[in-house]
């Protein structure tokens, strides 16, 4: 019996392991082959930078020289047996190892991310909370139309506007971002504004149906003090899915800084990877768009874990299915 649980309990995890590498495969490979499809790549990138119109044999040369003359299954296997490897291969546009240029953009990358996500909760919590308790009230439509209007704006949009208003118009901050915690304030709002609007909307409707639920009524007819029971029981009944969408909000941010990231000059992941993308660097983008996917799956198996700690039954539900 204890060797059939234990079969039975690795089982689920054996499945999603094989689906996150079936995800990562997918995800590079399409990388890759978009890549692929451009009608340019690296070697007229590089004569184009230079100043230089190459012949046909000055292009053939170099692409021999970056192995771009190869078939595209092969440069990408080449690529896969590398990572394997602990290899992710050089920059076509520097020539610097991929991997070195990764590790030093990740931690700027995981400070913005991280820092938006932090203003997103501070933000739209209180606010989800306050507008479902005076739901139809003046605050609450208010912020409706706030929210509404910010889900309708891109971050990119949000970013251009900031920049104009602090740095050019106000003078308060520098047009390019400092690496501190001055450069990073702006790009956190940015960012952190559009991700608040869309964050306060679904929490509040999940606040909303939890205040109308029996257990409510009961602690009411007890006494129990209305700050408490929001603060406290709604709060608390909201973590699974509150944490659900923050998890998939971390993921937004990781694939959806890259403008934030370049219009600030904020020297992360999204920024190397639209230089990368400029430049047609292969390798690079195959690494970014494995990062990301490795990141986004560690970041949803971490807000899975913490889900079936804060609520056991899910576990079992899904042991049921």
């Known amino acids: 019996m204890f060797e059939k649980s234990r079969a039975t309990g690795t089982a689920p995890v054996l499945a999603r392991l ?3 590498l ?15 499809l451009s009608p340019t790549d690296a070697a007229v990138r590089s004569f184009a930078e230079a100043g230089v119109s ?7 040369e170099k692409r021999a020289e970056l192995g771009l003359d190869r078939p595209f299954a092969e440069q990408y296997a080449g690529w896969v047996a590398g990572v394997f490897r602990g290899d992710l291969g050089a920059s076509l546009r520097s020539g610097e190892p991929v991997a070195e240029v990764l590790l030093d953009a990740l931690p700027y990358t995981l400070a913005l991310a991280l820092s938006s996500i932090v203003l997103t909760l501070l933000v739209s919590v209180p606010l989800a909370l306050a507008c479902a308790y005076w739901q139809g009230g003046p605050l609450d439509r208010a912020v409706q139309a706030a929210t509404y209007l910010f889900c309708s704006m891109p971050s990119f949009f949000v970013a251009l506007l900031l920049l104009y208003v602090f740095s050019v118009r106000l003078r308060m901050l520098d047009v390019l971002s400092t690496r501190d915690l001055a450069g990073i304030l702006l790009p956190t709002v940015a960012t952190a504004l559009p991700l608040s609007a869309w964050l306060t909307r679904q929490l509040r409707t ?15 007819a007890r006494g129990v003090p209305e700050p408490r029971i929001v603060l406290v029981h709604v709060l608390k009944n909201s973590l699974v899915p509150l ?3 923050a998890g998939t909000a971390f993921g937004m941010l990781l694939g959806g800084s890259a403008i934030v990231e370049s219009i600030f000059g904020w020297p992360g992941l999204g ?3 639209i230089k990368a993308v400029g430049h047609r660097d292969y390798p690079f983008i195959g690494a970014y768009a494995l990062v990301a996917a490795v990141v986004y799956l560690l970041v949803n198996a971490a807000v899975d874990g913490a889900c079936r700690l804060i609520d056991p039954s899910i576990e079992g539900e899904a042991g049921d299915d």
């Open 54 to 60: 190459p012949t046909e044999s000055q292009l053939a």
């Open 22 to 36: 079936v995800v990562v495969f997918l995800v590079t490979l399409v990388a890759f082959l978009l890549s692929y």
């Open 271 to 273: 920024f190397e990877s």
């Open 206 to 220: 999940v606040a909303i149906g939890q205040l109308s639920s029996a257990y409510v009524d009961g602690l009411r």
């Open 243 to 245: 944490l659900t969408l």
């Open 18 to 20: 094989a689906g996150a």
